[in-house]
């Protein structure tokens, strides 16, 4: 799939967490229905065999909306089921030795919390960053809060698109107005709603007004 810098509008990661008995290929579903543009699949706690099927059913489903799919981390998978891309933190692979294992088709999103870590991704290879924690979050362990300003200079520092992440919801949204982005990842906002499609319509509607 071509990369499309429109599709980062509301970018939805998942979490297992909130399943409540359905699986997670029908609250992705909810998701997209709803709003979600792009689709980050995140798993920490899978087994390689178990996690390769959820993706490849996570993969479908996105084929069949045309929204973007991307793996989180495992560069591998990615390159076997033959998601859109990967997207990696600071602690993973390089992102120039992930270009170099996905080729340039992919897309390749790099998590960055500094403008000087943003530069670097960008001149290795990054199509898109994810800059975060713009909120205190409890779905990262070792997530590090960067102030606003910071994420304003981290998309000055670039030219291609950068994604707040990091404790957005519907109550904070509206506080990254101004700062450049081109979209928000959320995880709870929309997985731990109750009612997930609402959720994604009010976010979307919501990043329409705040998003470049």
Known sequence: MKFDSSS?????????TWLNGRSLCEVVRDAIIGGATFIQ???????????KAQAI????LCRDFNVPFVINDNV???????ADG?????????A????NIIGHDKILGVSVRTPEEAVIAESNGADYLGAGAV???GSKNDAVDITHEALREICRAVKIPVVAIGGINADNIHELSGSGIKGVAVISAIFAAENIRAAAIALKGRALNICV
């Not at 980062?8 to 297992?16: E, S």
């Not at 699949?41 to 996690?51: A, H, S, T, V, W």
């Not at 591998?76 to 033959?82: P, V």
């Open 8 to 16: 980062l509008l509301l970018y939805a990661v998942t979490d297992r």
């Open 135 to 137: 909120f205190h979050t």
């Open 41 to 51: 699949l995140r798993e920490k706690n899978l087994g390689y065999d178990e996690f």
């Open 76 to 82: 591998m998978l990615a390159k076997e089921i033959d």
């Open 57 to 60: 059913e996570i993969k479908k």
């Open 86 to 94: 990967v997207h990696v933190g600071q602690d993973d692979m390089r």
């Open 96 to 99: 120039s030795d992930v270009r």
